[in-house]
């Protein structure tokens, strides 16, 4: 007898590829001797066109680089905006978009929970995190007026303030949502089946990741605790009390429960943000690179004109470059951006974490079984927006 | 971190260090990266684990026009570096840091189908975004914007 194998095309249409993955996976029976990530299906020139942008123009490309968690990326990109201008927003500000981004990372785990869950042949958890989803999404929509793009966050602060209603909705969330997650943990974590499935599969040391530049959720269930709202806190997150679950083995199972604590964590970060938010202004006072308030445009010639010139022309930021990244719910989400001093960046660089993390993958699968594959794909929690940009 | 030692172990290679908004760039000559990486990487006073981005820059119509520009992290001392290098006009090659993070792999193959950036030794020099026949560079200055065709 002769061992033969066979290659198989898994995607770029497949539901358990999350979005336009393609893998050439090399199978002997119903093993996996090879897998060849095949990417770039969704690639839209997000980079490129930013550079014939304004720097204001560019927060809403940065929406559709990960629309899954597109308030970090805003908040990753006017960031490292804000460090190559040396402004600071108000505190008001930081706690904003601390609150929104927390809920934003809630929102993506609830959706790789959902899918991850779907793909491993348990379908209730699905309607269950979709529900908890939709209701940040509503929240998301009173407080931006967009449940997916945003564009919320802007050089020096944020587009608006948040008004007692949207704090009173967040509220009403954050207190429900600890029992939901028992809800789902009751579906899973105890669960033989879950367990049989996730357990062992796709073990990566922690080693290994940080060698492979993984980050995120991936390198902490491998038990390495780097997390940037501690290692660099940004945006105020040394304010707040939070813990960085780790877990031991680095295998699917360890990256569900790192996740589900994350969501717990991240709750209670908005919790403690929405309570202690600070009053006074949500936008840095204005000055050449921050947009003037805009009740103040239509009765002020000086705010009108200022609006009218960051508009039409943009700002003009000093010459240099600079790299800043943000904890995304996938990990390091950095911004690198090469001003000559002229209103457009000469280059904006996305450091995308799906990406990286992406890499992984032939390492996972190889002498694993196939349905192992389709379990170590949905564990990266990749988007194929910010894979391809 | 302490600049210094870098310099004292490197210092025939280093063009220049820059520090703008606490950020530390240090320029080195091409032919000295892979050296210099693996220096910073291995020794305890650096120990860059961590290797968070490699990416091109185009500067034309300056002239060398290409930057290649590596963000380095270290996990152990949570502190950041960025080594810099400039190369060639019309053959930019550089030697491959896979061997010292295999995360270099997939980041300097992007760096190849954007700039047209080569990598020696790189274990696997194909694009990676764009489609195989795809003619042209897409993130170069000179390549418009509404693409070639």
Known sequence: MTSQTMALNLGPQHPSTHGVLRVVLVLDGEIVVDAKPDIGFLHRGIEKLAEYRTYHQIIVLTDRVDYLAALSNNLAYVLAVEKLLQIESPKRAHYIRVALTELQRIASHLFWLGTHAHDLGAMTPLFYTLREREAIMDIFETITGSRLTPSFMRIGGVAADIDSKSVRDIRTFIKTFSERVDDYEGLLTKNPIWESRTRGVGIISSDECINLGISGPLLRASGCAWDIRKSTPYSSYNDFDFEIPVGSVGDVYDRYLVRIKEMRQSAWIVNQAIEGLPEGRWIAREQAAVLPDKHNVASDIYAMIHHFKLVLEGMKPPSGEVYHSVESPRGELGFYIVSDGGTKPIRLRIRPPSFVNLQSLVKMVRGKLLSDAIASISTIDIVLAEVDR | ?149
């Open chain 2, 1 to 149: 971190m302490n600049v210094k030692i870098l310099d004292e172990a490197f210092g025939y290679c280093i063009t220049r260090v820059e520090s703008f908004n606490n950020e530390i760039t240090v320029v080195v000559d091409q032919w000295s990266i892979l050296a210099v990486c693996d220096f910073l990487k291995n020794d305890s006073r650096f120990s860059f684990d961590f290797l968070s981005d490699c990416c091109g820059v185009d500067r034309f119509p300056e002239s060398p026009r290409f930057w290649l520009v590596y963000h380095l992290y270290s996990i152990t001392h949570n502190h950041r570096m960025r080594i810099k290098t400039t190369l060639d006009d019309a053959e930019p090659v550089a030697d491959s840091v896979v061997s010292i993070w295999s995360s270099a792999d997939w980041m300097e193959r992007e760096c190849y189908d954007m700039f047209g950036i080569k990598f020696r030794n790189h274990p696997d020099m194909r694009r990676i975004l764009m489609p195989d026949d795809f003619q042209g560079f897409p993130l170069r200055k000179d390549f418009p914007l509404e693409g070639l065709e």
